[in-house]
């Protein structure tokens, strides 16, 4: 039988003892979402088939909620450890498979590299560990794995839970239920590596087996950190993704709510501005720019936790931006009597805006005093000083016209020099 998607086989029969939490550890929240749902998600965006390795009803009941088409194998036994949950799978997996655990949060790259096709067993390792001491350790020469386990002293990496397999796992998982009571996973594997059969692969990125609270507290400062873009500018970092990541938090747990309906709220957020501005609320406007520019980060905060990231939605994203900024600067620019430079500000401002986007989206240099946060705060500032007098208003627009001019001009200076 030709399995026609990849399968992913996730172990979540641990017992968890040492969350304290109350809760099933694969189900305890890590930004608000289930430790084991990152992972699920991850892996459906990438087109795998899952079979979860259970033994408390509760996971099972709350992931077939929510991944219906997900197949189940219940662990009786979870006292004879991991080992002995993936044992238990052979009679459900034909050919090879990716090999995870329940409880580990791993970053993108762990899934890019496991999108990948081998012919052989491998052990995805890292070099980062934040507690070696409790870590498998995992010994590696001329990428063949040549011992695997905690009390190893002589290694140069640590075993990270993640395993693509072949069906000779099997073979060494019965072998070993045959002989012994309880199984660690490492044992299986350090006997497949004892025959030369156990390759790995090195990832260079951030992963944590989460068992205490204070490695779940670990494991969210990292997700934030895959969560933060790199081209966030200044007011972004600073002030809007403090508070845009709680929103999110809270967000998350809600199936219906997608990036792009996010995407559709955060430009109706701008529309509204613009009809304060229009209608002289100066203060009331300012306070709504900034909260536009805070909501506009959640999109994609949602999209990039829960795998939702698509072309159409960054293209949805831009091209929606655009229209609330200019329909921002229409209405202050209405909400006053028309003179020539109140409209050369208003033309300076919306040519800006979509300059700077478009001069981003073609050179991929980006001069981060000039982005949309940076925009939108200028705004805000110009909305609260305009409600103390209306002259702010215009210097607003000519402050965000200029500045935005000016950095599309010093990112295509920057794409000239580089090319």
Not at 252 to 274: C, E
Not at 389 to 410: E, K, N, Q, Y
Request: with cysteine; charged share 25%; hydrophobic share 40%.
């Amino acid at each position: 039988m030709v399995q026609e998607k990849p399968l992913a086989v996730i172990l979540a029969a641990g017992l968890g003892t040492r969350m304290g939490s109350g809760v099933c550890k694969p189900l305890v929240p890590l930004f608000n979402m289930p430790i084991v749902e990152h992972s699920i998600r991850a892996l459906i965006a990438r087109g795998f088939d899952i079979l979860v390795i259970y033994h408390n009803p509760k996971v099972k009941e709350y992931l077939q909620q929510h991944f219906p088409k997900i197949s189940f194998v219940k662990n009786p036994n979870p006292e004879r450890e991991n080992g002995y949950s993936l044992y238990i799978a052979k009679d459900h997996v034909k050919g090879n498979f990716l090999l995870l655990m329940s409880d580990h949060y791993y970053t993108e790259n762990f899934f890019e590299e496991a999108c990948k096709s081998y012919l052989q067993n491998i052990a995805f390792v890292s070099t980062f560990c934040h507690d070696p001491e409790e870590a498998t350790k995992i010994k590696v020469q001329d990428d063949n794995v040549v011992s695997i386990g905690k009390d190893i002293k002589d290694y140069n990496f640590f075993d990270t839970g993640m395993f693509y397999c072949t069906q000779e796992v099997f073979k060494h998982a019965e072998k070993l239920v045959a002989e012994k009571d309880k199984i660690k996973l490492a044992e299986i594997f350090e006997s497949v590596a004892r025959e030369g059969k156990l390759r790995a692969k090195v990832i260079n990125a951030k992963w944590i087996d989460i068992d205490t609270q204070e490695e779940l507290k670990i494991a969210e400062e990292i997700l934030k950190e895959q969560i933060v873009k790199n081209e966030d500018g200044i007011i972004s970092r600073r002030i809007n993704r403090k508070i845009s990541l709680e929103i999110s938090r809270h967000l998350i747990r809600y199936d219906f709510i997608t990036p792009n309906k996010l995407t559709a709220v955060s430009t109706l957020l701008g529309f509204i501005t613009a009809l304060l501005f229009y209608h002289g609320h100066y203060f009331l406007a300012g306070l709504m720019a900034q909260f536009t520019s805070i909501f506009d980060g959640c999109d994609g905060e949602i999209a990039r936790i829960k795998h939702q990231k698509s072309k159409l939605g960054s293209v949805l994203d831009s091209v929606s931006d655009r229209y609330a900024d200019i329909a921002i600067y229409l209405g202050m620019a209405l909400s006053l009597p028309p003179t020539l430079l109140r409209t050369f500000a208003l033309f300076l401002a919306c040519t800006g805006s979509i300059i700077f986007s478009y001069t981003w989206h073609l050179t991929r240099v980006r001069v981060k005093e000039g982005g949309r946060d940076m925009r939108l705060f200028l705004t805000t500032v110009g909305g609260l000083l305009a409600s103390i007098h209306p002259s702010f208003i215009t210097a607003t627009m000519l402050s965000v016209g200029l500045l935005s001019h000016i950095c599309a001009l010093l990112a295509l200076y920057r794409f000239y020099t580089k090319s």
